[in-house]
């Protein structure tokens, strides 16, 4: 028991529990921790949809015709992407979850093999395989390197995913590596910068494909 006139000195909250402002002493902002109301929410998710396919016709296209064909004014487009890059970088953002979701998706549907080679074409579907947005990418590259970064980690633990149960199935050669995976599809994404290039990039993928079953030992036999 406290004795009289003693205050009792709170408990400390652990520093892991503190939100990154709280640790700086600085209070943090309500209204950074608010959830999107579900028509914002819907408004915001309408415009990355539209400005994706956007993108992919006209690099140049202005923001407020991309808020036109979403059915929102301007001002509802700025509260959710202040600048053309962030806009850019959400669009991007939403390739590489669609990416990492496959990586989850697929093993429950397909074999091992298969699960892989769907994640592979997808990969290329995803990532930036038309011409305008590789070249939004490229020349943000250099602005941007912790958001590239963190996308790149991202999609090597997805390519790792689909790849080391197709490795244990016997049916890709045991010396592939997820990083060796991305950087190859990654440069069929660079090389997909033209319509040539976009008609073959499938098909470049599935030479890929067969390249990393060349020297698998099989499928492994199992005993009973």
């Not at 930036?128 to 602005?143: E, F, Y």
């Not at 244990?168 to 069929?188: F, Q």
Request: glycine fraction near 8%; hydrophobic fraction near 40%; charge should be negative.
């Amino acid at each position: 028991m406290a004795r009289s006139g003693t205050a009792t000195k709170p408990k400390a909250t652990p520093k892991s529990e503190l939100q990154p402002a709280e640790i700086a002493g600085e209070a943090p902002d309500p209204a950074a921790c608010k959830p999107l109301r579900a028509d914002a929410a819907r408004n915001r998710q309408k415009l990355i949809d539209v400005a994706t396919k956007a993108f992919t016709e006209d690099v140049d296209i202005p923001l407020d015709e991309i808020a036109k064909r979403a059915g929102v004014g301007i001002g509802t487009l700025y509260r959710h992407f202040p600048t053309r890059c962030e806009l850019v970088l959400a669009v991007y953002g939403e390739q590489v979850s669609g990416i990492e979701q496959r990586s989850y998706d697929l093993p429950k549907e397909l074999e091992p093999g298969e699960a892989l080679h769907e994640w592979m074409r997808g990969f290329v579907e995803y990532y930036a395989v038309k011409m305008g947005l590789i070249n939004l990418l490229r020349s943000m590259t250099q602005g941007n390197p912790e958001t590239f970064e963190s996308a790149r980690r991202v999609l090597r633990e997805s390519a790792a995913r689909v790849l080391q149960p197709a490795i244990d199935a016997g049916v890709i050669r045991p010396d592939a590596s997820a990083a060796e995976l991305t950087r190859a599809l990654g440069g069929v994404c660079l090389a997909s910068g033209t319509p040539e290039g976009q008609e073959t990039s499938l098909a470049v993928v599935d030479l890929i494909y067969d390249g990393l079953r060349f020297g698998a030992p099989g499928k492994p036999s199992t005993t009973t």
